[in-house]
């Protein structure tokens, strides 16, 4: 049965070097993988570019759909494909422009873009856009060549084996495969920020799993129902991953009741980053990932980053550090989490919220602190009661 083409070009990874197979070879176990659900779906690569083929039944959408959510996939294109002879290439295009035609009555003018990456092809690009144009005109007798404004522009691929017509060129998000960067323990909460890091670190490899704390039952069921959500929108990018949850009350609990009102947060924090350090290591991750952001809390002032970073010897990624609020609330409408990140549940860092938390911690001053808690069996007791839960994509 005659299937639908697409073209899916290759960002960076068409930059590599001596390892370029290697992250091919990776983006196209993505794509077969992401499009398994799709019988009889064949993905290959071939000279540099992947090439996907369904069944009509598939509709284009979805195919753009699943395929733009592969990291290191740049832009896809749907094409009509042909054999690379003159012939097979005009009628291909005459026939191509017949069909737009009926779907867009408005258009009147058309220009071609021919690139050939087969040299020995007989003709050079201009000619070959030029005998394309030609046909066209014969066949579209309304059309007419417009080589500035154009209605339309198609584009004719010519290479050695097919050559490939196609309109539109669909950007994707690039960045580089998934599982070619290691694995990385995102400290996920249900707000706006880790969501977007999250995103930010897998798009460019590295494979994610996550922490949630609460602090049930002062945090509902539903609050964590709202963190498995905004997971399951991630995981749509990420691939299957799992969600440790960890009860952070009894911590809270002895924080409140030994040390200082205004070092609550920070104290809350540091516990955070050394529980997710173990759990990262438990787990084969190698770094940190969080949702911080220079400035924009009391718990992420340059002071605070300092003293919550001293706590942890595994690197701590943030990818967010320097943006600013809108362009990360930009980023998590473009990926789709925002929506759900600003359902307003409750979280455990709202729960024993001090009035005045300091905004200038000292690192000798909060480990003094820390000295009047038994730190390491609070770990131990939070890190024993871990839950975990996968979370699958769906569509
Ligand atoms: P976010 O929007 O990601 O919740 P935020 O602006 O609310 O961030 P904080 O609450 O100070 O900032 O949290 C900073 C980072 O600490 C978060 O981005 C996240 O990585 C981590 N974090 C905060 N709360 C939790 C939680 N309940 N569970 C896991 N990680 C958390
Ligand atoms: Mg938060």
């Known amino acids: 049965m005659e299937k639908n083409v697409y073209i899916v070009r290759m960002g960076e990874v068409a930059l590599k070097g001596l390892n370029k197979s290697y992250f091919e070879r990776m983006l196209v176990d993505r794509v077969r993988k992401i499009m398994k659900k799709y019988p009889e779906t064949e993905?290959?690569?071939?000279?540099?570019?992947?090439?996907?083929?369904?069944?009509p039944e598939v509709p284009q959408e979805t195919v753009i759909k699943e395929v733009s959510r592969v990291f290191g996939v740049d832009s896809i294109s749907p094409a009509v494909e042909v054999e690379s002879d003159m012939e097979s290439i005009q009628k291909g295009a005459a026939d191509y422009m017949l069909a737009l035609m009926e779907k867009r009555p408005n258009m009147y003018t058309f220009k071609v873009e021919a690139r050939r990456s087969d040299k020995t092809f007989p003709l050079q690009s201009p000619e070959i856009a030029r005998k394309v144009g030609a046909r066209i005109l014969v066949t579209c007798k309304v059309l007419k060549v417009d080589v500035h404004e154009p209605d339309c522009r198609i584009f004719v691929h010519v290479r050695r084996d097919k050559t490939y017509i196609y309109e539109q060129k669909i950007s994707a998000f690039g960045g580089l495969p998934l599982g070619t960067n290691g694995k990385g323990m995102v400290l996920l909460s249900g707000g706006i920020d880790s969501p977007v890091a999250a995103f930010m670190m897998a798009k460019r490899g590295m494979l994610i799993e996550t922490v949630h704390f609460h602090s049930y039952p002062y945090t509902s069921?539903?609050?964590?129902?709202?963190?498995?959500?905004?997971?399951t929108i991630l995981a749509s990018y990420c691939g299957r991953f799992r969600i440790h949850s960890i009860n952070l009350l009894?911590?809270?609990?002895?924080?409140?009741?030994?040390?200082?009102?205004?070092?609550?947060?920070?104290?809350?924090?540091?516990?955070?980053?050394?529980?997710a350090e173990r759990v990262a290591r438990n787990n084969g991750c190698m770094m940190l990932i969080t949702g911080e952001n220079i400035g924009q809390v009391a718990s992420q002032t340059a002071e605070a980053l300092v003293v919550t970073d001293a706590c942890v010897s595994m690197p701590?990624?943030?990818?967010?550090?320097?943006?600013d609020k809108v362009d990360i609330i930009?980023?998590?409408q473009e990926i789709g989490t925002f929506e759900t990140s600003i359902l307003p549940y409750e979280d455990c860092c709202t729960v024993f919220l001090p009035k005045h938390p300091k905004t200038?911690?000292?690192?000798?001053?909060?480990?003094?602190?820390e000295s009047k808690l038994d730190c390491e069996a609070l770990i131990e007791a939070a890190?024993?009661?871990d839950e975990v839960t996968v979370i699958n994509p769906v569509d």
């Open 316 to 323: 701590v990624m943030r990818p967010l550090i320097a943006m």
């Open 383 to 385: 890190l024993a009661a």
């Open 43 to 55: 993905v290959v690569r071939s000279e540099g570019m992947v090439f996907v083929r369904t069944l």
């Open 221 to 231: 069921e539903r609050a964590f129902e709202k963190v498995k959500d905004l997971a």
């Open 330 to 332: 930009e980023k998590a």
């Open 360 to 369: 200038k911690p000292r690192l000798e001053q909060i480990l003094q602190s």
């Open 250 to 275: 009894p911590i809270q609990e002895q924080i409140v009741a030994n040390c200082p009102e205004e070092e609550t947060t920070i104290l809350v924090r540091r516990f955070m980053m050394k529980i």
